[in-house]
C-alpha cells in the first residue's frame, strides 16, 4: 500500500514510484508490475473508501429495488511538468456501494468537454444525483431521453422553469412562503427541452440563520473579488436549497427528495478533497480498470486525510495525547502513525501522509494480491 500511495497521493509517475519506492526500501518493483498490482487494487481501494465513509457516520439510504442511484461529478487533472497535460475526468458512484461504475477521460478545451450529463451512460431506471453544474436543459433531456431520473441542485440563471400553461414560474415570490428554517415546499414545473417538454419539481428547504449568514459572506467575498455587483435575488435565493427533480412524486416526498440530495453533500467534501488531490498527478490512461484504481485511491486518501484531521481536531492541543505519536491505531482496517509535528501547539494539525506514515492492519483486512498472484495477469 505504502507504494501505490507514492504514486496515487504524492502524484509521482510509475517509473518515479519504483524509484523512491526503492530508495527507501519500501520495494524492488518494475514500473510494469506496479501497475499490475495498481489494477488488482481496485476493489481493494473502494471497500477501504465505504469503511472511512461509514466511520464517518456518511449514512447511505438503500435505495428502492430495481433502481440505480448514481452520484455524477467531474474534476480537472494536470499532469507534472511545464508542458502537462489538462485532462478533466468525468466519473460517478453508484451508491450505497460507492462503486464507480463511469470514467471518461476528455480534454479541457473544445466541444462537447465540459461539465454535462450527456457525458454519461444513461440506461433505465437510473436516477443520476449532480451538482449545479450540470443543471442545463440539454443534460436533463439526455437522461429524461433515456428513461433515466434526475435529481439536480438549481442554477437558476442557467435553467428557466416554466408552468403547465407556458409562463415563466416565480420562483422568489414562492420560496417567500418558506419563512422558518427546516421549513419545505414544492412546485410543479416544465423545463423546455430541444425536442420535448420535461417535467419535474422545484423542491426547496429554508437554510438557518446561521447557514444564510455564512452563505451571504461567501457570496460578498466572491463578488468583492471578481469585481462583480451582487443582485438582490442572488442573495435571496442564498437563503434555500433548492433542486429540479424528475423522480417519482409517489415514491419520493419533497423531504425525501432532499434527503438523497444531502447524500450528495454529504460526500461533496471528500469530493473536492479529491479534486485537490487529483489536480497533479499522473493519470494511468492505458486501461480503465487502472484508471479507476487511480481514482479509488485519491478517494481513499482524501477520506484518510479528513479522518485523520477529525482525529485530531479531537485531541487536546495542551495535554498529552492518548495516542502517543508513532502509535499506531485503525482507521478503515488500516493502521496509521501519526508523525510528530514540530508545531506542537497549533489547534488544527497538520496532516501529511509519507511513506512509512500508513501500512495495512493486516489482522483482518481485505489484501491486495501478492506478486505471485499478480505475475502473468
Known amino acids: 500500500m505504502r507504494t501505490l500511495l507514492l504514486h496515487v497521493a504524492r502524484g509521482y509517475s510509475l517509473r518515479e514510484t519504483v524509484v523512491h519506492a526503492r530508495l527507501a526500501r519500501l520495494a524492488r518493483v518494475s514500473d510494469v508490475a506496479l501497475l499490475k498490482r495498481l489494477r ?11 469503511a472511512l465513509l461509514q466511520e464517518q457516520g456518511i449514512a447511505m439510504p438503500q435505495p428502492p429495488s430495481q433502481l440505480r442511484f448514481r452520484l455524477v461529478d467531474s474534476t480537472i487533472i494536470k499532469e507534472p511538468g511545464k508542458t502537462g497535460s489538462l485532462w478533466r475526468v468525468h466519473y460517478s458512484f453508484c451508491v450505497p456501494g460507492l462503486r464507480c461504475d463511469a470514467f471518461t477521460l476528455t480534454p479541457t478545451k473544445g466541444v462537447g468537454t465540459g461539465d454535462s450529463l450527456t457525458q454519461f451512460t444513461i440506461t433505465p431506471g437510473d436516477h443520476l444525483i449532480a451538482d449545479r453544474g450540470y443543471c442545463h436543459a440539454k443534460g436533463i433531456e439526455h437522461v429524461v ?6 435529481l439536480v441542485r438549481l442554477n437558476t440563471a442557467a435553467l428557466p422553469l416554466f408552468t403547465a400553461q407556458g409562463r415563466r414560474v416565480p420562483l422568489l415570490r414562492r420560496l417567500q412562503v418558506l419563512r422558518r428554517a427546516g421549513q419545505i415546499g414544492e412546485w410543479q414545473v416544465s423545463v423546455q427541452g430541444e425536442t420535448r417538454l420535461i417535467t419535474g419539481r422545484v423542491c ?7 447557514a444564510i449568514t455564512r452563505a451571504h459572506k461567501q ?3 466572491n463578488a468583492s473579488r471578481d469585481g462583480e455587483v451582487l443582485q438582490p435575488e442572488t442573495l435571496e435565493y442564498a437563503k434555500y436549497v433548492i433542486v429540479f427533480t424528475t423522480f417519482v412524486p409517489l415514491t419520493f416526498s419533497a423531504a425525501r427528495i432532499l434527503q438523497w440530495y444531502r447524500v450528495r453533500w454529504q460526500v461533496e467534501l471528500a469530493f473536492k478533497r479529491l479534486k485537490s488531490l487529483a489536480q497533479l498527478g499522473h493519470l494511468p490512461k492505458a486501461d480503465e480498470q487502472s484508471a479507476r ?8 486518501v482524501a477520506l484518510l486525510t479528513e479522518q485523520l484531521i477529525r482525529h485530531g481536531q479531537a485531541l487536546s492541543p495542551y495535554e498529552p495525547s492518548h495516542t502517543a505519536e508513532g502509535t499506531p491505531f485503525s482507521l478503515a482496517r488500516v493502521c496509521v502513525c501519526l508523525t510528530p ?3 506542537c501547539h497549533r489547534t488544527r494539525p497538520d496532516v501529511a501522509l509519507r511513506a512509512g506514515c500508513v501500512a495495512p492492519d493486516l489482522s483482518g483486512a481485505s489484501r491486495a ?9
Open 40 to 50: 488488482s487494487a481496485e476493489e481493494w481501494f473502494r471497500t477501504l473508501c465505504v
Open 369 to 377: 494480491p501478492t506478486p505471485t498472484q499478480t505475475a502473468g495477469a
Open 293 to 300: 484504481a487511480w481514482l479509488y485511491g485519491k478517494l481513499f
Open 145 to 150: 431521453g433515456k428513461r433515466g431520473e434526475i
Open 204 to 210: 426547496a428547504i429554508r437554510k438557518t440563520e446561521e
Open 341 to 343: 509535528n514540530s508545531a
Open 219 to 221: 457570496l460578498r467575498r
